[in-house]
């Protein structure tokens, strides 16, 4: 069945640092890709998504590529800061299983000053 | 972009009563709604899924009696925990589809519960 990996937390970076996040995917059709943020205290909000193959999503500074040769959709930031401290999770949404979601666990990423 | 509300954003109640939740989404029309459970510092677990006018599908382990799901209009959701205890205080989630959005899923703010 679908699924969704991504690389274990938690992620402590001094601000300014280079961001990745691994992501890689199981599934049955031909997903889209999506990166979502839960700040501390809040629900999650929509990062950034990929709807087909070498797509890349970018929002804030953050990029993500859809990759199918790898199965793959890693979360990069040149420089982080401090506000990117948060909870990040990949996901995916498949129209083969009537687009239900699959999450990944979360990765918490905390940037020191 | 679609918004999704709920409410209360927190709440605390005694052990024994029931607590509704509501999840509105404001500016679509949601055919499907899901519910997540958060655990501290863990991932999301889906509780149910709701479809408009129709009984909530429950994933595997979820009390049907305990987590009283009504989706009944196209726009509101109600998650009602009966009978709460403590081992139900935990951060709800609610989310929302609209077909023609490429699937993507729009998230409440959550709601955080505490049964003392």
């Known amino acids: ?113 | 972009g679609a918004v999704v509300s709920q409410h209360p954003s927190w709440v605390i109640c005694k052990s024994g009563t029931s607590v509704k939740i509501e999840c509105r989404s404001l500016d679509f029309q949601a055919t499907t709604m899901f519910w997540y459970r958060q655990f501290p510092k863990q991932s999301l677990m889906l509780m149910a899924t709701s479809n408009e006018g129709s009984k909530a599908t429950y994933e595997q382990g979820v009390e049907k009696d305990k987590f009283l799901i009504n989706h009944a209009s196209l726009t509101l959701s109600t998650l009602t925990v009966t009978s709460a205890h403590p081992e139900d205080s935990s951060f709800y989630i609610c989310s929302a589809t609209e077909q023609g959005l490429s699937g993507e899923l729009f998230f409440g703010e959550g709601s955080r519960l505490t049964v003392l």
């Open chain 1, 1 to 113: 069945g679908d699924s969704v990996t991504q690389m274990e937390g938690p992620v402590t970076l001094s601000e300014e640092a280079f961001l990745t996040i691994n992501c890689t995917y199981t599934a049955t059709g031909y997903p889209s890709l999506f990166w979502y943020v839960q700040y501390p205290g809040e629900g999650l909000q929509l990062l950034l998504k990929a709807t087909k193959a070498d797509d890349k999503g970018s929002n804030k500074g953050f990029e993500a590529t859809y990759r199918k040769e790898t199965t793959s959709f890693h979360l990069e930031k040149g420089s982080v800061q401090v506000s990117d401290s948060a909870v990040y999770f990949c996901a995916l949404s498949d129209p083969s299983t009537g687009n239900q979601f699959y999450f990944g666990t979360g990765t918490s990423l905390t940037v020191i000053p």
